[in-house]
Structures are given as structure tokens and as C-alpha cells.
């Protein structure tokens, strides 16, 4: 059972364009985190959120927890080569401990 | 510093045998997880052991299982595998403490596993 429903399962942008990936679930959780995954590689963290409402921002990147807790949003602006990859977010709650519950990612080609 | 090892990177394997692979935490790192990953069914947890005790178990047959030594290294090992086993396995390191349950996890690259 995926607690975690990540959409688009598959975005192709061109360079310069903005885009959002969601992250939904019924579930509520106490931490969310984000990574980017490139092929043959483990997943790279890319942020945390643990406050409902937190809104971060790493370079052309901003992310945000619903203010549940439920649910959260990966923004890019102005997408660029570099970005494709592989997004997968992650949450745990007192139910799982120390595992990690993953989205199934959302596949992100950005093409010059 | 050096981050999480896994090895072997890639591995071919016949059904019915066995095998092992081993990861060696981000130095300090007490808490180790792994994950395998499909691409119908994403990553999914196996288990974390943390201090040389399996603190959680995913959802898999006991044929997986795991260990971690006092130097926090961990091995998991499947035995019979099946063909559906073929898949990328992650490990992931953690560093326990600070004010919340901390589950940011350093992943390595990973062993591919190809069952024949």
C-alpha cells in the first residue's frame, strides 16, 4: 500500500519553464522529505519539513507542508538540464518509527 | 566525509540461491535501513537496525533478512530467490538524536540484483 500519491508521474519540460509536484496521503506525518534520484544512483536528500505550513527554499526550488501535515508541494522555477531526475518524497509518523513511507516519484525531463 | 558504501554495485544470480550484500554506514551513523526498488512498486522498506537490533520490518517473506555489526556496518541477505527479486537494493544511513525522531536518511548507490 503506497500511503504516499505523488503527481505527475511523468513531467517533459523545456528549459526555462516552472513546475509543481505534488504529494498527497491520508495519512498524517511528522516529518516529509524530499529527494532527487538520477539513474544508477541512490536517492539524494533534498530537503525536510516538519512543521505544518513550513515553507523552504533552496536555490530555484521552494517546498512546502500542508498545513495537516498531509500533504506537500516541490515548485521549481525555471527549470533547467540539470533538474532532470527522478523527485520522490518521503514521510514518516510515529506509526512507522524510523522507516520511510516513499511516493512512487515523478520522473522530471527538462530538455534545452 | 565518506559517504554510505555499498557492495557489490551489481550482481547476477541464479533462482534458488542465495546472497548477501553489505553496507557501510556515513561514519557516526548508527541507524541503518534498507530499501528495494522496483519500477512498478517505487522503494519499499525491508527493515532498520539500529545499536545491532532490528527495530522495524517491512512487508516482505522472511526469505530477507538482515544484520548489523557493532561497527553499525549492516549485511541483509536474501535466501531462495525468485525472479521477482531482481531489483535495485538500497541502503540508507541515519544519524540518530536531535529534536524530533530524525529520519533523514544518506542512501548509497546501491546493489542491482539480477535474478536469472
Known amino acids: 500500500t503506497q500511503l504516499l500519491e505523488q503527481s505527475p508521474q511523468f513531467l517533459s519540460i523545456q528549459e526555462g519553464e516552472n513546475l509543481t509536484v505534488y504529494c498527497n496521503s491520508s495519512?498524517?506525518?511528522?516529518?516529509l522529505q524530499w529527494y532527487r534520484q538520477e539513474p544508477g544512483e541512490g536517492p539524494v536528500l533534498l530537503v525536510t519539513?516538519?512543521?505544518?505550513?513550513e515553507v523552504k527554499k533552496l536555490k530555484r526550488l521552494t517546498f512546502q507542508f500542508g498545513d495537516a501535515r498531509k500533504d506537500s508541494s516541490l515548485h521549481i522555477t525555471a527549470a533547467q538540464p540539470g533538474d532532470t531526475g527522478l523527485y520522490l518524497c518521503?514521510?514518516?509518523?510515529?506509526?512507522?518509527?524510523?522507516?520511510?513511507?516513499f511516493g512512487k516519484g515523478t520522473s522530471l525531463l527538462v530538455t534545452p | 566525509k565518506a559517504g554510505v558504501t555499498q557492495t557489490p554495485r551489481y550482481l547476477i544470480k541464479t533462482r534458488g540461491q542465495q546472497v548477501t550484500l553489505s553496507c557501510s554506514p556515513i561514519?557516526?551513523?548508527?541507524?541503518v535501513s534498507w530499501y528495494q526498488q522496483t519500477p512498478g512498486q517505487g522503494l519499499q522498506f525491508l527493515f532498520e537496525?539500529?545499536?545491532?537490533?532490528?527495530?522495524n520490518k517491512g512487508n516482505f517473506p522472511g526469505r530477507f533478512s538482515g544484520r548489523q555489526f557493532s561497527n553499525s556496518r549492516s549485511e541483509m541477505n536474501v535466501s531462495t530467490l525468485e525472479l521477482g527479486d531482481s531489483a535495485l537494493y538500497l541502503c540508507?544511513?541515519?544519524?540518530?538524536?536531535?529534536?524530533?525522531?530524525?529520519?533523514?536518511?544518506?542512501f548509497g548507490q546501491g546493489t542491482r540484483l539480477t535474478v536469472v
Open positions: 540508507a544511513s541515519s544519524w540518530v538524536g536531535g529534536p524530533y525522531m530524525n529520519t533523514e536518511a544518506f
Open positions: 495519512s498524517v506525518f511528522s516529518s
Open positions: 519539513v516538519v512543521t505544518g505550513g
Open positions: 518521503a514521510g514518516s509518523n510515529s506509526n512507522s518509527g524510523y522507516a520511510l513511507n
Open positions: 561514519s557516526g551513523h548508527r541507524s
Open positions: 537496525y539500529f545499536s545491532e537490533t532490528q527495530r
